[in-house]
């Protein structure tokens, strides 16, 4: 399930798919002592929150539900507002802590594009930072934030871009075949784009681009055993990797090219090559969450 810590609340939030037919729920954890238990959060923010981001100054929680957000109170996880749907209908969160805006990417009727939110979920703006292509697909699929410049970067299946802090795109890069571009990883301190470009199924040997995140040239490239399921930066340099086809934890440090196993999941019950594994970091007590996938339903809790 996909991970969010809010480090006001000591709260963990994980989303994803449960029961059958699937549906997409999300359910909160305190991990205060003792903790607390598993519980579905607040049925007023939606049965189908797809993605989940904190703003740990104002202890709000922002729901990403079909074509809007829920603004929510990390205290009590009860919904404060919700927003108007934007033109840009988004598919996928990030949030800067440092303004507290909130960033979505996704698809319009005039091309690929880019929205705000403030932090009581009204729209900032929106642009759109590429026309429809014929036979290109423009969605939105990756996005991540650099709170230090305000500066945007997101991904379609054929490029990566990276817009400022009023949405106008500063370069864009295609990204060449084999395969597309299937995940997107960003490590603030050096300013580096770890770009996954990989052919179906996800189990099969895929590369990944380190990018200049300032000027969007390619730096290197190295090669993983699956595609990337998550990366997680711990805002010091470092950042996170998980992938499909290995139970192992990997860290890349800076602008590098080459991984470094970090520690191994081992024997998951019920897990299979093709399971994602989540990640999400707290920065602020140096600890690592992950979400193994299989049939244990549990997160495991790394320090680092």
Known sequence: MELTFSTATNKLYATGLEGGPPRIRAYVVSLLA???????LDTSLGDLPEHVVVNDKLRRGYALVPGAIK????????LISTSDKPSCSPQVLAISQATGIVYGGGVSDKGECLVQFDSDG????ENVVAPH???QNMLVQRIAVDSATGDVLYTNPSSVGRADLMLRERWRTPVGGPGEIQDLGF???TDTAYITV???PVISPARIS???GHTGKQEGEFSGPGWTSEFASTGDGRLFVAFFNSNDLYMLSGATNTPTKFASLGDIPGSSPSDPKWLFVDTVGHRLFVSPGGDAHKILLYQY
């Open 210 to 212: 380190v990018l200049d």
């Open 133 to 135: 292509v014929a036979g």
């Open 187 to 189: 490590e603030p301190k």
């Open 198 to 200: 990989g052919q179906f």
């Open 71 to 78: 603004v929510f109170s990390t205290d009590s996880d009860t």
């Open 34 to 40: 003792p903790a607390g238990p598993i519980e579905r």
């Open 122 to 125: 009204r729209i900032v703006r």
